[in-house]
């Protein structure tokens, strides 16, 4: 972490509203494109971006290391997308819906493809589609994922091993249809 990041951090976190909006800039993206691949919806990711920034103001006097700041907003962010799927699948496990109202909500431009690629990542686990987000998306290593979800490195290959085996068998099956 450079110096002027460590700073803008610190200030922030005594309640500097100009940091902590210039870490919003410094970080909406990446937030953005991590909650993107989790829910495969802009405006669902939009929502999940602009209640994590809110939730980290409010508990950012909280945060113990101030170079932990990454992980611990994707932390944040990975929490709420669970939150929304687990809410998605309820409401709509019944008729079977989820898959489809996330999809014809998405942008109708999308090619064959990417429609095929979400249906496919729509199918993980929320553990594998994160694992491989964080890998494929965001270009994590591994043991950077394994720090950030806090888990050992040999789940984190095995998560992401059978996403890709998971998706390769999927768009197969897709593109067979």
């Known amino acids: 972490m450079d110096q002027e990041l460590y700073e803008l951090i610190s200030k922030a976190k005594n309640g500097d509203k100009e940091a902590f909006a210039l870490l919003v800039k410094r970080y909406k993206d990446t937030v953005f494109?991590?909650?993107?691949?989790?829910?495969?919806?802009?405006?669902?990711?939009e929502d999940v971006s602009q209640e994590a920034f809110i939730?980290?103001?409010y508990s950012l006097a909280k945060l113990d290391n101030i170079y932990a700041?990454?992980?611990?907003?994707k932390r944040i962010v990975s929490?709420?997308?669970?939150?929304?799927?687990?809410k998605q699948k309820k409401t709509n496990s019944v008729s079977?819906?989820?898959i489809e109202t996330r999809i014809?909500?998405?942008?109708?431009e999308r090619t064959d493809l990417h429609m095929t690629?979400?249906?496919?990542?729509?199918k993980l686990s929320p553990e594998h589609r994160e694992a491989i987000v964080l890998r494929e998306v965001e270009g994590y290593s591994y043991d950077e994922i394994a720090e950030l979800l806090n888990i050992p490195l040999g789940t984190v290959k095995s998560r992401i091993s059978a996403a890709r085996?998971?998706?390769?068998?999927?768009?197969?099956?897709?593109m067979e249809d």
Request: one cysteine or more; proline letters at 0%; charged letters at 30%.
């Open 69 to 73: 700041f990454t992980s611990w907003l």
């Open 104 to 108: 014809s909500s998405s942008d109708m």
């Open 33 to 45: 494109r991590y909650s993107y691949g989790m829910l495969a919806d802009r405006m669902e990711a």
């Open 96 to 98: 079977g819906e989820f």
């Open 165 to 174: 085996l998971l998706l390769r068998k999927e768009m197969i099956r897709e």
């Open 55 to 57: 939730k980290a103001f």
């Open 79 to 86: 929490n709420l997308c669970y939150d929304r799927i687990q």
């Open 117 to 122: 690629i979400e249906e496919a990542m729509d």
